[in-house]
């Protein structure tokens, strides 16, 4: 298969660089590993746009960090995404020095971060009551926001596959090698085991802790990516309002601490723990780091309800040996465009990453912008935000719109079924909970399992046997009562 | 705005009973929402016997249990909604009437007036992040419930090797379940030192199939990216944290987990309904009355049962009371009496009574938090000892109960509380186990 | 011989020892009272259980029907029974009490239906 750009990963960066992409007239390709978009570490981070002081002045990350939270807002309204700017909160405590705190307000500034101001206690205390009692001063910064990262991803890819790129999931590329004046990209479908090929004239390394790889398949400048685990503690909405701004701490010498915050909808986040590990595959929690989350949250935050943690996960971020973004075209392989090493704030950067590099990718294939993109796009309608009027209306219109299917949750069978038919759409379990909630709540998707897989079983439409919690290898079932081994062949029972 | 005396929130075993007393006692129109597809409740699901040896000295599988209520209503000609999820209560305007918030297909979203409401959700189970065990997050692990209702009604197998964590009734039950199905259960691992499910099923659900149980042990450890491949369960000590060195790792493709059941209070929090932290469950009077007027509970929204049996009795005594409340109105100058568990008691329903209005015998039930054994329940009102009852042991898995009489508290006009206490057999010390 | 068993009759779980003489039982130690003595003697000279399972339905408003021996069976025919049922499809309706299988496994018990599945309309 030809195309002008292929971009490797569906991470929010490769989702993002696609959807800019998208803008002009040329053949595209994403090909993603995972049999969704937003697989890897865009699923599983903390969920925040931040301000843009933390980075070093002068750096990527500083850079496309400030520019991509101030795209944000008229992002998420073009693209629908579930975002909003609670303010960020760098808390200071008695044991450490106000001059840090001073400090990271100057590098902020020097950033170009709107707003900054340091804030006494008297203060914080009003905008957070259950700071912990040792806190004496914080850096607020008014421009951090919280964003849904599935559905920031999930805009992005969808906008670019409405406008015309192709979007190859369930695909490992295993080599990247130059041919001809492009490359040419060996994969196989990680599902058949099916062997392909892809030519492209421009190719775009997106891929996450694997972006290390790729680059080193082309260019003799070396880059090297440790995958550094990051566990959370996910709490009910119950605790949501536990805090109303994103809490961090002021990094010490103790280590850059864990941050509290509430997500987008509505629960309290705590976490990431921050361990380098070898296994790029390693997304699993420890004890160890559960335990480390439950101690060090209580420095910044007072009484949170660890009681009420309803999961626990893990992500990976891709950090690279130089500490900064790599993006930009490798100097001895022409064409081929990275954008490596995106560890936070990439989220938050994706933006205008994806600016950056469609940009550079545009001007090495000479290539026009199209008359007819469409830059909007709409998310799964959540009935829940209509009058009751529009919400009866809808039902009568569409019944399934008064089915409840997620009860913790209150998402409906009208949801799963948008996530389901839409571009891109969910096919197992994970895509239609990151897509719709259903089975994010209390119970864990305890009570509706079982429901969602009869709606994939019809909509998509697929066999109950071939229903997979997030991909092929992860069946949810073995097969049939009195044959468990058997399978699919007593399907016809 | 369509207007009911009784609404039931939750067509399951609390549900039914309660709508069926109610209208034994004289309430005329009432409504029962049932998000399921069918009346019966979890009960559906339940197809093991064991079900309704007290109330029809009979061994019932769930689903037949269930039918017994079913026909009962429908013999009444009790309406009732399926596919209908009740999204809010809240106070009318003006009236001491509820106003219900309920959705369904065809319908849409309503509104219903009524003059008393019945909590009977029922309860979920903890899950795999409330216990905040270790690990992958990969298909193959499962709530015992969520696997019964796969195996049971759906006839789909979620696994072949199977580990369960949790030693309650549910995950007994599905030990054996899977079992006869087919697959192959290769150990039941319990955190505490005692297992909370009933003797009878450790004998006939573990021992029939020589299924381990290892009780002091956890999970600490899920491996498998896609499908579980293994899990590592180890001893725990005194302070429930494992023990290094005592780790051992099964090769399975599916955990159970079977950790505890958490009445489902989300409505009843909304509408302002005080909630008991140790159960989780409504606070409530001899009425089964919640804290807010006209709002009663019953089943396991109020509190975990251990039989359906219990549900089914209190459940009556709730939609009795409904009926009081819609014919008479809330008795306002009831003076209330508080029960406070004591001593290995960890709570009572009811919380408060009503010295004069209560029942002429009221069933006081509760837990105890350990394994006691030769202990006696004890009663006071106020300081003065009213009874004494020798138990040979008591479990946190079963419900115990005193009873108390209206007619020996009319003699105590100035009572200021009750006391529930366990407490040790002189003869015989030293017999409570933690 | 001697065999230990766990009493079911109540929490307290007696740990019972039955001495067996052939096939007679020639003691019982370890129960506190009289039901754990008749249930020792039962559970080594005459074990029973009722078997509980689910049978597939054609024509259904649900997949499975549940169903239960009508009366309990010798407990090392468990299996027997379960292999008997098992590619058994009952077309819908199913009601309560409706016989599935006459005779379960030659214990000479019928295996009947202990739930209610609709036929679709």
Redesign the interface.
């Known amino acids: 298969m030809v195309y002008d750009a292929a971009i490797i990963g569906a991470g929010v960066t490769g989702s993002a660089i696609a959807r800019e992409l998208s803008r002009y007239q040329a053949k595209i390709c994403v090909i993603e590993r995972g049999e969704d978009v937003c697989c890897g570490t865009s699923k599983a981070n903390s969920a925040i746009i931040h301000a843009g002081f933390d980075a070093a002045p002068g750096s990527l990350k500083a850079a496309l960090n400030v520019r991509g939270n101030a795209m944000m807002d008229a992002l998420a309204a073009e693209l629908d995404i579930p975002f909003r700017r609670n303010g960020s909160l760098v808390v200071c405590t008695k044991d450490q020095d106000r001059g840090d705190l001073e400090r990271l307000a100057e590098k902020g500034k020097k950033n170009g971060v709107p707003g900054l101001a340091i804030i006494e206690r008297d203060e914080l205390t009003a905008m957070e009551p259950n700071i912990s009692d040792d806190v004496t001063c914080a850096l607020y910064a008014p421009t951090g926001g919280i964003v849904c990262p599935f559905h920031m991803t999930m805009a992005f890819a969808e906008n670019a596959f409405t406008n015309g790129v192709a979007f190859f999931l369930n695909t490992r590329v295993d080599s990247v090698a130059a041919e001809g004046d492009g490359y040419r990209l060996e994969t196989v479908h990680t599902d058949t085991g099916t062997p392909e090929a892809f030519t492209a004239r421009v190719v775009i390394n997106a891929a996450g802790v694997y972006a290390d790889t790729f680059n080193n398949m082309v260019s003799s400048r070396k880059i090297h990516i440790t995958a550094r685990k990051g566990e959370y503690?996910?709490l009910d909405k119950?605790a949501g309002g536990h805090v109303s701004h994103t809490v961090f701490q002021l990094p010490s010498k103790m280590g850059k601490g864990v941050l509290v915050t509430p997500t987008i909808h509505g629960n309290l986040l705590v976490g990431p723990t921050a361990v380098d590990v070898g296994d790029r595959?390693a997304?699993?929690?420890?004890?160890e780091?559960?335990d480390m989350l439950t101690a060090t949250s209580a420095l910044s935050v007072k009484n949170i309800p660890m009681r009420q943690?309803?999961?626990?996960?893990a992500g990976l971020r891709a950090h690279e040996d130089s500490d900064d973004f790599i993006i930009g075209e490798c100097e001895d392989a022409k064409g081929f465009i990275n954008a490596a090493g995106i560890e936070s704030p990439g989220l938050s950067s994706a933006p205008a990453i994806g600016e950056m590099v469609a940009k550079r990718a545009a001007e090495l294939l000479g290539l026009e912008k199209k008359t007819n993109f469409t830059a909007t796009r709409r998310g799964i309608l959540n009935p829940a935000t209509l009058s009751?009027a529009d919400?009866?209306r809808l039902?009568?219109e569409h019944?399934?719109?008064?089915?409840?299917i997620c009860?913790c949750e209150?998402v409906t069978e009208g949801e799963i079924i948008d996530a389901i038919r839409r571009p891109l759409g969910a096919r197992s379990l994970d895509g239609v909970k990151r897509r719709t909630r259903a089975g994010m709540g209390?119970?864990?998707?305890?009570?509706c399992?079982?429901r969602t897989m009869e709606i994939l079983e019809r909509e998509v439409p697929m066999s109950?046997f071939d229903i997979?919690?997030?991909?092929?290898?992860?069946?949810?079932?073995?097969?049939?009562?009195?044959?468990?081994?058997k399978g699919r062949s007593h399907e016809k029972? | 705005m369509k207007n009911y005396e009784l609404v039931i929130i939750g067509g399951g075993p609390a549900g039914l009973a309660a709508a069926v007393s109610a209208r034994d006692h004289g309430v005329e129109r009432i409504l029962i929402l049932e998000r399921d597809k069918e009346l019966g409740g979890i009960l559906n699901q339940c197809i093991h016997n064991g079900f309704g040896l007290h109330t029809f000295q009979e061994e019932l599988t769930g689903p037949e249990y269930a039918d017994r209520f079913i026909r009962q209503v429908k013999d009444r000609g009790i309406e009732y909604k399926l596919h209908t999820m009740v999204m809010d209560i809240s106070r009318m305007d003006g009236s001491g009437d509820k106003c219900v918030t309920a959705m369904n297909r065809t319908d849409g979203m309503f509104l219903l007036q009524a003059k008393a409401v019945i909590l009977a959700m029922g309860c979920r189970e903890r899950a795999r992040g409330a216990l905040n065990i270790p690990g992958y997050r990969p298909a193959g692990i499962y709530s015992a419930g969520t696997a019964q209702r796969l195996v049971n009604m759906e006839g789909f197998m979620p696994g072949r090797e199977v580990v369960i964590l949790g030693s309650g009734d549910i995950g007994l039950i599905m030990a054996r379940r899977m079992t006869l199905e087919g697959a192959k259960v290769k150990v039941v691992a319990e955190l505490m030192p005692y297992s909370g499910g009933l003797k009878r099923n450790i004998v006939q659900c573990l021992d029939d199939f020589d299924i381990p149980l290892k009780l002091s042990h956890t999970v600490i450890d899920i491996e498998g990216k896609k499908r579980v491949e293994a899990v590592t369960i180890a001893e725990v000590g005194p302070d429930r944290r494992p023990v290094p060195g005592t780790e051992e790792r099964y090769t399975c493709d599916t955990l159970l987990l079977s950790c505890g059941l958490i009445p489902e209070n989300e409505l009843s929090q909304n509408a302002g309904v005080t909630l008991s932290p140790v159960t989780s469950g409504p606070v409530v009077n001899d009425a089964f009355e919640t804290s807010v007027d006209g709002v009663f509970a019953c089943g396991n929204v109020l509190h975990v049962h251990d039989l359906v049996d219990y549900v089914s009795e209190e459940a009556a005594g709730a939609g009795k009371n409904a009926a009081l409340y819609i014919q008479n109105g809330p008795a306002r100058d009831a003076r209330t009496v508080e029960i406070c568990p004591e001593g290995h008691v960890r709570y009572t329903v009811p919380r408060f009574i009503r010295p004069k209005q209560m029942e002429e015998k009221l069933t006081v039930r509760f837990r105890v938090g350990a394994v006691c054994q030769n202990c006696s329940v004890a009663t006071y009102f106020d300081d003065e000892l009213i009874s004494r009852r020798k138990r040979p042991v008591m479990a946190p898995g079963e419900m115990e109960q005193v009873i108390l009489s209206r007619a020996k508290l009319s003699g105590y006009p100035d009572l200021k509380k009750i006391t529930i206490r366990i407490e040790e057999n002189e003869e015989r010390k030293a017999g409570m186990t933690e | 011989m001697k065999r230990e068993l766990t009493c079911i009759g109540c929490p307290l779980g007696c740990t019972v020892t039955v001495t067996l003489d052939g096939d007679t039982v020639s003691d019982v130690t370890g129960n506190t009272c009289p039901k754990g003595d008749a249930y020792a003697r039962k559970e080594v000279t005459n074990p029973t259980r009722i078997v509980t399972s689910t049978v597939r339905v054609s024509g259904g408003t649900a997949p499975m029907i549940n169903v239960k021996t009508a009366s309990d069976i010798p407990k090392g025919k468990i299996f027997d029974c379960i292999d008997a049922i098992r590619d058994l499809i009952v077309p819908a309706p199913v009601s309560i009490g409706d016989v599935i299988l006459a005779d379960a496994a030659g214990t000479g018990v019928a295996i009947i239906a202990a739930g209610n599945v609709d036929a679709i309309a």
């Open positions: 503690c996910l119950t595959e997304v699993n929690t420890t004890q780091g559960l943690v309803i999961t626990s996960f009751p919400r009866n039902i009568r019944p399934e719109y008064g089915t409840v009860r209150m209390r119970c864990q998707a305890g009570f399992t079982p109950m997979t919690k997030g991909g092929v290898g992860g069946e949810l079932i073995t097969g049939v009562n009195k044959y468990p081994q029972l």
